[in-house]
């Protein structure tokens, strides 16, 4: 089987289903959509994939668009966006939260050279 390069990716989480939306291109530089959802069931994990190619991506995309006239996007969860490589924002400074004193650096004793 011939190696597909991933040109782009977005993961994400509804429930115990997680969806994939994946941009590939081919060894002979086409490019196609891949989308893929995967669903957990009584301890059993499904996948089904959707694949439309670049020739087919106008027509997808239209279709796509007036199939979004139909929901009510205010009811819709609202987007969260998902960094695994972003650290968690820090609230606190160290030591606070375990309730130790934190030290001003104005009160630590300076070194005559530092002037």
Do not use: W
């Amino acid at each position: 089987m011939a190696h597909h390069d991933e040109v782009y990716t977005h993961r994400f989480q509804a429930g115990r289903r997680t969806y994939f939306i994946d941009v590939k291109q081919s060894p002979s530089g086409d490019r196609y959509l891949k989308m893929t959802e995967r669903k957990k069931e009584d301890g059993r994990v499904f996948k089904y994939s959707v694949y439309v190619y670049e020739e087919d991506m106008n027509k997808f995309f239209h279709a796509l668009e007036g199939a979004k006239e139909h929901f009510d996007l205010d009811l819709a969860r609202p987007v969260e966006e998902e960094n695994p490589y972003e650290a968690p924002q820090q609230e606190s400074l160290p030591g606070e939260d375990l309730g130790l004193p934190c030290i001003d650096e104005s009160d630590l004793p300076r070194n005559d050279d530092e002037s």
